[in-house]
């Protein structure tokens, strides 16, 4: 199955360091959004973007939706250990609720 | 307001055999839709419903396939289960009008076949 391409794979950082990571795809989407999994749970929505160039913040997370619609990139600053889990991006190319996944960034925070 | 649940929440099967899973919607939620999670493959995309029809379907196999009932809780059901149909099965609800991919999990059922 199709899946986006999600770098880095994984992540150790610090207690306070900032996170950036980038998801890209061969194809465009109207719709790019980042989700959070933690150990025994389903996704949870984090930011959903919905134009191109679109900058959007949530608390310490901003993510952004490439100018070519085929890219976008989440940070997060000041990490804390909450932020250990699973970070996925998805790709919505139509008015549907069918989503393309990355495959995924594991974030270890150490305090 | 209650969040998506799924049932069962875990359940072993042998090859052959057939499962299936349950979900109940955020009240309200009229869109129900499936993904199947591997270590190997991601979350893949199963179907989608709304008011009881199939608006979206994946690349699966008709072994794989679903319904909804009036009230929004979707089944999905998968027949002649093999070895690599081993996975988190998650279900995502939405209002449902307008399909922006914000989505709400379920914890998943997670199945295990041998």
């Known amino acids: 199955g199709q899946q986006l391409n999600q770098s880095p794979q994984s992540m150790f950082i610090q207690e306070g360091e900032d996170v950036s990571m980038n998801c890209t795809s061969s194809s465009i989407f109207n719709t790019w959004l980042w989700y959070k999994q933690d150990p025994g749970e389903g996704p949870v929505l984090l930011i959903a973007l919905y134009k191109a160039g679109e900058l959007t913040s949530n608390g310490r997370l901003t993510a952004q939706f490439g100018i070519t619609r085929k890219d976008s990139f989440l940070n997060i600053s000041a990490s804390i250990p909450s932020d250990v889990g699973i970070y996925f991006c998805?790709?919505?190319?139509?008015?549907?609720?069918?989503?393309?996944f990355g495959t995924g960034t594991l974030l270890a925070v150490q305090p | 307001k209650a969040g998506v649940t799924q049932t069962p929440r875990y359940l072993i099967k042998t090859r052959g055999q057939q499962v299936t899973l349950s979900c109940s919607p955020i009240?309200?939620?009229?869109?129900v839709s499936w993904y199947q999670q591997t270590p190997g493959q991601g979350l893949q995309f199963l179907f989608e419903?709304?008011?009881?029809?199939?608006?979206n379907k994946g690349n699966f196999p008709g072994r794989f396939s679903g319904r909804q009932f009036s009230n929004s809780r979707s089944e999905m059901n998968v027949s002649t289960l093999e070895l690599g149909d081993s996975a988190l099965y998650l279900c995502a609800s939405s209002a449902g009008q307008l399909n922006t991919g914000e989505l709400f999990f379920g914890e998943g059922s997670r199945l295990t076949v041998l």
């Open positions: 998805a790709g919505n190319a139509g008015a549907t609720n069918k989503l393309i």
């Open positions: 419903y709304f008011s009881e029809t199939q608006r």
């Open positions: 009240s309200g939620h009229r869109s």
